[in-house]
């Protein structure tokens, strides 16, 4: 499944049929990792295109899993999408403590998360949604580590959906909220240029708004 969302869509036909029969198989072989990332896969179809009320079961039973289990990918992929849930639902107390413990999952894990175009934008999405977390609670010092934090993870190689997206929370913050431009168009440029090489349709969207409307310093 990881393949086919690199190459397609998050919110294609194809990915929801494949994720649903995949949960499935998941459920009646007891292999939790593979569900987990299922289950992720799943809430951001649904909040993508449908409703988070239709998205938030998946979320939760994300959470359950990681909790049943307790294996690292498991309290990864749970946490993140309940902090997101969260965070979109203005719960930001409680956004903090699922994206905090989503990204507190070991070097080796991270390592795994970032190798795997189905989940890697995962790690990157879920480093800048608590950088913007930090920021709305008012905790600026945190907010700018995280930031530091998803700076190095875009200097790794990268799947190109993880790389724009990461970008894109990167930008979020340094320009939305930190005030800084400083090599903002280069890095969309670079963004677009990866995107369009790979045919990741969002990438190229993102890269192009960015340009086309560069941010001015006040």
Request: aromatic letters at 8%; proline letters at 3%; glycine letters at 8%.
């Amino acid at each position: 499944m990881g393949a086919l969302i690199a190459v397609r869509s998050l919110i294609s036909p194809e990915i929801l049929a494949n994720a649903e029969r995949l949960r499935e198989l998941c459920e009646e072989a007891g292999d939790t990792r593979l569900l987990a990332k299922v289950l992720l896969h799943l809430f951001f179809y649904h909040r993508t295109t449908t409703s988070l009320d239709k998205g938030g079961p998946f979320a939760r039973r994300g959470l359950e899993l990681a909790e049943q289990t307790s294996g690292e990918l498991e309290i990864f992929c749970g946490n993140f999408s309940s902090g997101l849930l969260a965070m979109e639902e203005g719960e930001y107390f409680v956004a903090r403590q699922h994206l905090e413990r989503g990204v507190s999952v070991s070097q080796d894990t991270q390592d795994l998360i970032l190798a795997d175009p189905g989940v890697a934008l995962g790690l990157l999405n879920c480093v800048g949604d608590l950088a913007i977390v930090c920021w709305i609670l008012g905790y600026p010092d945190q907010a700018q580590a995280h930031t530091k934090r998803l700076g190095e993870l875009l200097r790794r190689s990268l799947p190109t959906n993880a790389y724009a997206a990461g970008m894109y929370r990167l930008l979020t913050m340094r320009c939305d909220f930190l005030r800084n431009y400083q090599d903002a168009r280069a890095d969309a440029q670079d963004a677009l240029d990866r995107s369009t090489r790979s045919g990741f349709r969002w990438g190229i969207i993102f890269g192009t708004i960015v340009l086309v409307s560069p941010p001015v310093e006040n």
